[in-house]
């Protein structure tokens, strides 16, 4: 059973549109972090959210963290072929992180 | 600044051989972690070391085991090799000591396979 589960497991959107990928948990975490791994490669940290309520954004890429901090979403704006990958949420707590099933995006050209 | 560097990249074990993967840290970093990857189940903790002392493990069996040198570098040790064990193992590592807040970097991943 995960810790965090996300939503939706799949996803798979036309060049230019939007997309969000939700991570949700029972848990209360003191930072959550977002990953993006490519085929044939390790994940790359995209951002850390600490605060209750906070909100990033990264370029295109807009992360949101709940005010309770169990949940997070991250939101990509005109999508491109670039944004394709798998997206990982992660909770950091006691020298580890917790991972979420991930979501696999793939943005059609 | 080279990367986390992980060997080797890939692995072909038969089952009830053992294993050993090796992780190179980003220099400056004195944690390391380790974490298994699977379809089915994600990414999973296996453990992590700050200053050759192991500060957390995750639910793995006693086959699985780790250590770290005094220059930051890791590695992990399978025994006895299961097909269940064939995945993607991370290693990342990190900058900062912080028990609750510390960013991972993340190698590329040794690829094992046990037929």
């Known amino acids: 059973t995960q810790l965090l589960e996300q939503s939706p497991q799949f996803l798979s959107i036309q060049e230019g549109e939007n997309l969000t990928v939700y991570c949700n948990s029972s848990s209360v975490f003191s930072s959550l972090q977002w990953y993006r791994q490519e085929p044939g490669e390790g994940p790359v940290l995209l951002v850390t959210?600490?605060?209750?309520?906070e909100v990033k954004k990264l370029k295109r890429l807009t992360f949101q963290f709940g005010d309770a901090r169990k949940d997070s979403s991250l939101h990509i704006t005109a999508a491109q072929t670039g944004d394709t990958g798998l997206y990982l949420c992660a909770g950091a707590g006691d020298y580890k992180l917790s991972f979420g099933a991930g979501t696999t995006v793939t943005v059609r050209a | 600044k080279a990367g986390v560097t992980q060997t080797p990249r890939y692995l072909i074990k038969t089952r009830g051989q053992q294993v050993t993967l090796s992780c190179s840290p980003i220099s400056g970093h004195r944690s390391v972690s380790w974490y298994q990857q699977t379809p089915g189940q994600g990414l999973q903790f296996l453990f992590e070391?700050?200053?050759?002392?192991?500060?957390n493990k995750g639910n793995f069996p006693g086959r699985f085991s780790g250590r770290q040198f005094s220059n930051s570098r890791s590695e992990m040790n399978v025994s006895t090799l299961e097909l269940g064990d064939s995945a993607l193992y991370l290693c990342?590592?990190?900058?900062?000591?912080?028990?609750?807040?510390?960013?991972?970097?993340f190698g590329n991943g040794t690829r094992l396979t046990v037929t």
């Open positions: 990342a590592s990190s900058l900062a000591a912080d028990r609750y807040n510390s960013p991972l970097h």
């Open positions: 959210v600490v605060t209750g309520g």
């Open positions: 070391y700050f200053s050759e002392t192991q500060r």
